[in-house]
T-cell receptor, first 115, second 119 residues
């Protein structure tokens, strides 16, 4: 099945700095890559996603880049704010065999933005 | 997200008991999913269902059972065979059946979760 590795596990930045979280995956046929934000005790919320036919997508301060050759994708948050503090999860949707259609999640990154 | 509800919010179970977690959605979504979340391990898929009366095992199905008798409902039973059931359980749903998606987005929307504790 799909194997997703997410780094770093914790990330601490000063307000206004940028934050980058990276995920690698194993199945080259995977075709959909969402990022979720989860605040303490709450449900995960989709913040941005990218499909395999696109290399980069941006939504205000958030961007995602995808390198299909290297099988990795990254979340970029610019001008971080304290309310960006949360756990961020990457996920990969399988496209073949027993992984088809299922999301496999990374282990999560705890982002802390200090005022 | 408001269209997916889970109950109860907190659940306490004695060892040896079966308990059932409820998940309901009014989004007319075909697919529904159950995940387990433990600290530092992300979300792991327990079971998923693409259509009524059909479901498949995920990565950690042992000790769990599900049913999908109605499109809106996908209850999860945590049986006594599950050795370490204390966790945060999340239900999710998506619009399209995964097997029919060919490059289109298949966004999963999550319920608020149920925190299960074994006493």
């Amino acid at each position: 099945g799909e194997n997703v590795e997410q780094h770093p596990s914790t990330l601490s930045v000063q307000e206004g700095d940028s934050a980058v979280i990276k995920c690698t995956y194993s199945d080259s046929a995977s075709n959909y890559f969402p990022w979720y934000k989860q605040e303490l005790g709450k449900r995960p919320q989709l913040i941005i996603d990218i499909r395999s036919n696109v290399g980069e997508k941006k939504d205000q301060r958030i961007a995602v880049t995808l390198n299909k050759t290297a099988k990795h994708f990254s979340l970029h948050i610019t001008e971080t704010q304290p309310e960006d503090s949360a756990v961020y999860f990457c996920a990969v949707r399988g496209a073949g065999g027993t992984s088809y259609g299922k999301l496999t999640f990374g282990q999560g990154t705890i982002l802390t933005v200090h005022p | 997200d408001g269209g997916i509800t889970q109950s109860p919010k907190y659940l306490f179970r004695k060892e040896g008991q079966n308990v059932t977690l409820s998940c309901e959605q009014n989004l007319n979504h075909d697919a529904m999913y159950w995940y387990r979340q433990d600290p530092g391990q992300g979300l792991r898929l327990i079971y998923y269902s693409q259509i009524v009366n059909d479901f498949q095992k995920g990565d950690i199905a042992e000790g769990y059972s599900v049913s999908r008798e109605k499109k809106e409902s996908f209850p999860l039973t945590v049986t006594s065979a599950q050795k370490n059931p204390t966790a945060f359980y999340l239900c999710a749903s998506s619009m399209q059946r995964p097997a029919l998606v060919a490059g289109g987005a298949d966004t999963q929307y999550f319920g608020p979760g149920t925190r299960l504790t074994v006493l």
